[in-house]
């Protein structure tokens, strides 16, 4: 399994990815990834750059990478805005048992 962003992607998925940005023309991103894959790598190094491609290229698709776009899309406004992220818990109770108080960045693409 490849990590892109801190999220797993299996064989197929990271292809799929590498198609993507290849058709939205973000080539340099797309060899990144495929020789990640190719030389049986763990994590795919991305710049900011990178991200944005990745994000740009799923964010006009329907896809199963939904994962790896919330991830990136959070990082990406994180950056932009200086602050630190906050720490993720894992699960789909995570997601459920979120405290009232607790702040969320949210923004609609």
Partial sequence: ????????LSRDEALALSSMLTRDGFDRTARAVLEALTNGEQFVALTVDDREDVLAALSRRTTVLVE??????????????????????????????????????VAWV
């Fill in 1 to 8: 399994m490849l990590i892109v962003a801190g999220i797993r």
């Fill in 68 to 105: 790896l776009r919330r991830t990136l899309f959070d990082e990406l406004n994180w950056r932009r805005e200086g602050l630190k992220p906050p720490r993720r818990p894992q699960g789909i109770e995570a997601a459920t048992s979120r405290r009232d108080r607790e702040r969320v960045n």
